[in-house]
Protein backbone atom coordinates (compact mmCIF):
# COMPACT_ATOMS: atom_id res chain seq x y z
CA UNK A 1 0.00 0.00 0.00
CA UNK A 2 0.83 3.64 -0.50
CA UNK A 3 1.50 5.99 1.43
CA UNK A 4 -1.54 8.62 0.32
CA UNK A 5 -3.24 10.64 2.32
CA UNK A 6 -6.91 12.49 2.27
CA UNK A 7 -6.51 15.65 4.30
CA UNK A 8 -9.42 16.74 6.86
CA UNK A 9 -10.25 20.16 5.61
CA UNK A 10 -11.11 22.88 7.97
CA UNK A 11 -11.92 26.84 7.52
CA UNK A 12 -8.35 27.72 9.02
CA UNK A 13 -6.18 25.11 6.87
CA UNK A 14 -8.52 25.29 3.34
CA UNK A 15 -7.00 27.93 1.77
CA UNK A 16 -3.05 26.70 2.44
CA UNK A 17 -4.06 23.34 1.56
CA UNK A 18 -5.58 23.78 -1.65
CA UNK A 19 -4.01 27.01 -3.12
CA UNK A 20 -0.72 26.67 -5.00
CA UNK A 21 -1.63 23.07 -5.49
CA UNK A 22 -2.24 21.96 -9.14
CA UNK A 23 -4.86 19.57 -9.13
CA UNK A 24 -6.90 19.11 -5.38
CA UNK A 25 -9.99 16.96 -5.12
CA UNK A 26 -12.22 17.98 -2.24
CA UNK A 27 -15.09 15.48 -0.83
CA UNK A 28 -17.84 17.64 1.06
CA UNK A 29 -19.14 14.80 3.67
CA UNK A 30 -21.18 14.41 6.63
CA UNK A 31 -20.75 10.90 8.87
CA UNK A 32 -24.43 10.39 9.16
CA UNK A 33 -24.63 10.37 5.38
CA UNK A 34 -24.97 7.05 4.02
CA UNK A 35 -23.64 7.29 0.22
CA UNK A 36 -20.84 9.11 1.47
CA UNK A 37 -19.28 6.66 4.08
CA UNK A 38 -19.73 4.02 1.25
CA UNK A 39 -18.05 7.02 -1.02
CA UNK A 40 -15.20 7.04 1.07
CA UNK A 41 -12.77 4.00 0.08
CA UNK A 42 -13.62 4.71 -3.61
CA UNK A 43 -11.92 8.17 -2.53
CA UNK A 44 -9.50 6.87 -0.67
CA UNK A 45 -8.58 3.74 -3.19
CA UNK A 46 -8.55 6.86 -5.84
CA UNK A 47 -5.63 9.04 -3.82
CA UNK A 48 -3.43 5.81 -4.11
CA UNK A 49 -3.84 5.74 -7.61
CA UNK A 50 -3.15 9.32 -7.72
CA UNK A 51 -0.54 10.67 -5.73
CA UNK A 52 -0.12 13.97 -8.11
CA UNK A 53 -3.57 14.93 -7.05
CA UNK A 54 -4.26 16.62 -3.39
CA UNK A 55 -7.51 14.69 -1.83
CA UNK A 56 -9.14 16.11 0.89
CA UNK A 57 -12.41 15.81 2.19
CA UNK A 58 -14.69 18.74 4.38
CA UNK A 59 -16.57 17.35 7.25
CA UNK A 60 -20.15 19.75 6.71
CA UNK A 61 -21.21 18.82 10.10
CA UNK A 62 -18.65 20.17 11.34
CA UNK A 63 -17.45 23.05 8.92
CA UNK A 64 -21.02 24.64 8.12
CA UNK A 65 -18.75 28.17 6.90
CA UNK A 66 -16.74 25.95 4.31
CA UNK A 67 -20.45 24.21 3.41
CA UNK A 68 -21.97 27.48 3.25
CA UNK A 69 -19.55 29.08 1.15
CA UNK A 70 -19.23 26.53 -1.64
CA UNK A 71 -23.05 26.65 -1.97
CA UNK A 72 -22.98 22.82 -0.67
CA UNK A 73 -26.72 21.92 -1.30
CA UNK A 74 -26.33 17.91 -1.20
CA UNK A 75 -23.80 15.12 -0.25
CA UNK A 76 -21.71 14.32 -0.68
CA UNK A 77 -20.74 16.70 -3.61
CA UNK A 78 -17.11 16.50 -5.28
CA UNK A 79 -15.38 19.68 -5.85
CA UNK A 80 -12.33 19.41 -8.38
CA UNK A 81 -9.67 22.61 -8.33
CA UNK A 82 -6.59 23.71 -10.86
CA UNK A 83 -4.79 26.23 -9.93
CA UNK A 84 -7.38 27.63 -7.45
CA UNK A 85 -10.42 27.19 -10.39
CA UNK A 86 -13.03 25.45 -9.82
CA UNK A 87 -13.35 23.05 -12.78
CA UNK A 88 -15.58 20.42 -11.38
CA UNK A 89 -18.63 20.23 -9.04
CA UNK A 90 -21.30 17.02 -8.81
CA UNK A 91 -23.09 16.12 -6.04
CA UNK A 92 -23.36 12.32 -5.43
CA UNK A 93 -21.07 9.39 -5.21
CA UNK A 94 -18.97 7.99 -8.02
CA UNK A 95 -18.06 4.88 -8.88
CA UNK A 96 -14.16 4.62 -8.81
CA UNK A 97 -14.43 4.24 -12.52
CA UNK A 98 -16.27 7.55 -13.05
CA UNK A 99 -13.75 9.64 -10.31
CA UNK A 100 -10.78 8.23 -12.58
CA UNK A 101 -12.58 9.87 -15.84
CA UNK A 102 -13.27 12.60 -14.10
CA UNK A 103 -10.14 13.15 -12.72
CA UNK A 104 -8.46 12.63 -16.10
CA UNK A 105 -10.66 15.24 -17.70
CA UNK A 106 -9.35 17.66 -15.36
CA UNK A 107 -5.79 17.07 -15.96
CA UNK A 108 -6.55 17.15 -19.94
CA UNK A 109 -8.16 20.24 -18.99
CA UNK A 110 -6.52 23.52 -20.55
CA UNK A 111 -6.72 26.19 -18.22
CA UNK A 112 -5.40 28.81 -20.26
CA UNK A 113 -8.61 28.70 -21.77
CA UNK A 114 -10.84 28.07 -18.55
CA UNK A 115 -9.32 30.99 -17.44
CA UNK A 116 -10.42 33.21 -20.05
CA UNK A 117 -13.55 31.42 -19.90
CA UNK A 118 -13.64 32.57 -16.13
CA UNK A 119 -12.15 36.38 -17.22
CA UNK A 120 -15.31 36.40 -20.03
CA UNK A 121 -17.56 35.77 -17.57
CA UNK A 122 -16.93 38.10 -14.93
CA UNK A 123 -16.32 41.08 -17.33
CA UNK A 124 -17.41 40.75 -21.13
CA UNK A 125 -15.49 43.83 -22.12
CA UNK A 126 -12.26 41.66 -21.31
CA UNK A 127 -13.34 38.85 -23.27
CA UNK A 128 -13.45 40.67 -26.74
CA UNK A 129 -9.66 42.23 -26.83
Given at each position: MGTAVVLDLTKDNFVSSIDGHPLAV???WAPWCGP????APTFAAAAERHPDIRFAKVNTEEQHE?????HIRSIPT???FRENVIVF??????SAGALDEVLAGAKAL?????KREATAAQDP???AT
Open positions: VDFCRSFLAAHFLMIAQAGALDMEAVAKA
